[in-house]
Nanobody
């Protein structure tokens, strides 16, 4: 059974950095697409980033995080990371990783919309 466990959230000052981890079990990273989503209090869930199952790890970033966040994967550890730099107050949210099984060399809208496995989330708070 595919399971996702997030970690790495916490409190950080504006301008700081955090690295989130998504430990994946039940499938190897060459047959699953992993996405990061976030939901701030009172707001709709937002797709943040995604990494494909191909070897080159083709990635997607929301405009709001481009240039600040980097997604990566470690196949040996079966873990996907989200490095978040230059954090802002508006990045405060619960961050979830999600997955869809299959081989996809891209993270298109329909691939992200097809994600049907979800972790429980990790809270990121950006505040001074």
């Amino acid at each position: 059974q595919l399971q996702l466990v997030e970690s790495g959230g916490g409190l950080v000052q504006p301008g700081g950095s955090l690295r989130l981890s998504c430990a994946v079990s039940g499938v190897t990273l060459d047959y699953v697409v992993i996405g990061w989503f976030r939901q701030a209090q009172g707001k709709e869930r937002e797709g943040v980033s995604c990494i494909s199952s191909s070897d080159d790890g083709s990635a997607y970033y929301a405009d709001s995080v481009k240039g600040r966040f980097t997604i990566s994967k470690d196949n040996a550890k079966n873990t996907v990371y989200l490095q978040m730099n230059s954090l802002r107050a508006e990045d405060t949210a619960v961050y979830y990783c999600a997955a869809v099984r299959g081989y996809y060399d891209h993270c298109s809208d329909y691939v992200r919309a097809a994600m049907d496995y979800w972790g429980k989330g990790t809270l990121v708070t950006v505040s001074s």
